[in-house]
């Protein structure tokens, strides 16, 4: 009876062991200005309150389009706060992702009801709001882009253009299948896919929230002389439609738009659809198809050609054949590309007298820009938080993409053969900067000239500004630096202009400062006091290095400990001798009686016995008691 059992646990245990574990997609949606998670019908979506993700304020919202998420708060960034507003979302897993921002309006009645502003993904600009985005019958509320994430952070940015103060209502950051969307040639992890039309035909309203993706689906509400077929439909034709995904397509494509197609009629017989997009653009198309019209039931009964803008792209389209039957998905796509401003799409009948559609997308191919040194943009946030940058600067996101919003004081070259940003020029003079140069400075290893005359910055010039020998121009004058010159400047061998004149630096100009003269280089040393060692400055004595400098003061301060000691033993022996002489001014008149005694002893003595005295060598040494 055991063996049985134990046989089944070590199935179980084995089958556990090798069965790979199901990780569910990465989602985040924030409810920008909320500071309690929220949830909203239909499908119960977690949205997590706005907590440690950017700056700006809170404020409520007014939502203005029905097809934006029903939520109440939002987040606004004031222009004061700077030109760019970031989003930096950390711990993102690597993958493809589906990044949607809404947006919204502040019931402020004080406010700009519409601000127009641009955002960018991962330092791509995606897209450009426009007057009239607001309005309930607009469904551009919102912004959509498909972008690999590699770097495991996502970086979702507002830059301003003056129009108003840019207000956020959501952000969703959702992973869908890494080959979602694959358009063919061209398309990878340098491009971004951005979403510029999205209908689900036959349906008379929009769709938000239809399945459990959270996909937006514009409704097709100016075609509704055309037949419908399925629920939402406007005509008497009812049939609820069981729609299975065929095989081939990505299940990232959501069953719902599936229920519903638009078909043409006898008095229009080819169905026609125009779209605004920008010119000179690359857009990718995709068109869904699905057989739910129950008079269609094989192939052959339903044929047409895809025109798009005149060109032929798709001929004898059959989608019972094509999708493997009746009720069954079928996707085809295509790139193309405008150079004016429309998109005609064009279904024309060849066999049978209708055509049908069930949904289309269309998506602006947007090459991804390439980023700045990760290395030299955390240079660049060192030297922002030393200097105190002023918060109208912002310096949010990356300094040099998106080209259309650098940063302020910041100049960018970009390497065609790295492939990356890297900064080449800073201007930051007469702007009120405080506090002190980081050594990170040095990191900024591309830089060619850097402008911080007229400030109140302090402290030492780092010694590693050497390390930048790409440097042509450095400008530090009129501050408050102190010190000396490094001598790692002498290193600076494509300095053209160094002006450091106007601070309180000290002590010789580096030698090979010095020799640069002669090579037409323009150096500016006056207005510092202590400099010296150049014609132009004061003549400097001689030259000692530091461990000298230090080994005089020590002798020095040897020498004083010294005098100090002398003088200390020269002072307690002249009061000994001064104690010494007090003793003996007090003990003077015992001295001088005993003296008188001893004589008139010895006189005595010498006139008792004349003739019997001796010499006191004779009579040997007299006995004291």
């Not at 689906?217 to 037949?227: K, L």
């Not at 429309?342 to 269309?362: C, D, F, N």
Request: glycine residues 8%; charged residues 15%.
């Amino acid at each position: 009876m055991l063996r049985p059992l134990s046989l089944l646990i070590f199935l179980i245990v084995f089958l556990a062991a090798f069965t790979p574990s199901y990780q569910a997609p990465y989602a985040l949606r924030i409810s920008c200005g909320a500071r309690n998670d929220i949830h909203t019908a239909p499908t119960n979506t977690l949205w997590y309150r706005d907590f440690g993700y950017s700056g700006g304020n809170f404020a409520n919202a007014t939502r203005p389009s029905f097809i934006t998420p029903p939520l109440n708060t939002l987040r606004y960034f004031p222009l004061s706060a700077g030109p760019e507003n970031c989003y930096h979302i950390e711990r993102v897993p690597h993958g493809h992702y589906s990044v949607r921002v809404f947006f919204g309006l502040v019931t402020d009645p004080t406010f700009d009801n519409e601000p127009l502003f641009d955002v960018s993904v991962e330092g791509t600009l995606v897209y450009s709001l426009s007057s009239g985005w607001s309005n309930h019958d607009d469904e551009q509320a919102f912004v959509e882009a498909l972008v690999f994430l590699e770097d495991r952070t996502a970086s979702i940015c507002f830059h301003s253009t003056g129009h108003g103060d840019p207000a956020i209502l959501s952000i969703e950051v959702l992973q869908v299948g890494n080959n979602a969307y694959n358009f063919g040639p061209g398309w990878g992890r340098g491009t971004i896919l951005r979403t510029h039309q999205r209908l689900s035909c036959g349906a008379k309203h929009p769709k938000f929230d239809a399945d459990y993706s959270g996909n937006h689906w514009g409704g097709d509400r100016f075609w509704n002389s055309i037949n419908t077929f399925g629920q939402d439909s406007d005509t008497n034709l009812t049939t609820k439609n069981t729609i299975k995904l065929s095989a081939n397509v990505p299940n990232y494509y959501p069953e719902a738009l599936y229920q519903t197609a638009l078909s043409s009629t006898d008095n229009q017989p080819d169905l026609t659809y125009t779209m605004d997009v920008d010119p000179n653009r690359n857009y990718s198309v995709w068109l869904h198809f699905s057989e739910i019209d129950p008079s269609v039931t094989k192939e052959g009964q339903r044929v047409f050609d895809i025109i798009i803008n005149g060109d032929t792209l798709f001929q004898e389209v059959d989608i019972v054949k094509l999708s493997g039957g009746v009720n069954s998905a079928l996707v085809l796509n295509t790139t193309v590309t405008v150079s004016g401003r429309s998109l005609t799409i064009t279904l024309r009948s060849v066999k049978g007298s209708h055509t049908i559609i069930s949904a289309i997308e269309i998506f602006e191919i947007v090459k991804a820009e390439a980023k700045t040194e990760i290395s030299e943009v955390k240079a660049l946030q060192k030297l922002k938080s030393a200097l105190g940058l002023p918060l109208r600067f912002g310096w949010n996101g990356d300094p040099c993409v998106p080209q259309q919003h650098p940063w302020s004081g910041v100049d960018c070259q970009f390497d065609s053969v790295k492939i990356k940003w890297f900064i080449d020029g800073l201007g930051l003079d007469n702007q009120g900067l405080r506090g002190f140069l980081p050594d990170d400075i040095s990191k900024l290893s591309h830089l060619q000239h850097m402008n911080l005359t007229q400030n109140s910055i302090q402290g030492n010039i780092p010694s590693s500004l050497g390390k930048i020998t790409s440097l042509e121009v450095l400008d530090l004058s009129y501050n408050f630096f102190n010190g000396s010159i490094p001598e790692s400047l002498g290193g600076l061998t494509s300095v053209r202009i160094l002006n450091l004149n106007g601070n309180s630096l000290s002590g010789r100009v580096p030698a090979a400062l010095g020799g640069r003269l002669l090579h037409r280089a323009s150096f500016n040393f006056t207005d510092n006091k202590g400099l010296c060692g150049i014609p132009g400055l004061q003549t400097c004595g001689p030259h000692l290095s530091a461990g000298a400098k230090i080994g005089i003061a020590l002798g020095a301060c040897a020498g004083l400990l010294l005098i100090a000691t002398c003088l200390t033993c020269w002072w307690k022996r002249r009061q000994n001798i001064l104690r010494t002489q007090q003793i003996q001014a007090r003990g003077a008149p015992y001295a001088k009686a005993r003296t008188h005694f001893s004589r008139d002893v010895q006189l005595a003595r010498h006139n008792n016995g004349h003739e019997n005295s001796r010499t006191a060598a004779e009579n040997g040494p007299i006995l004291l008691s």
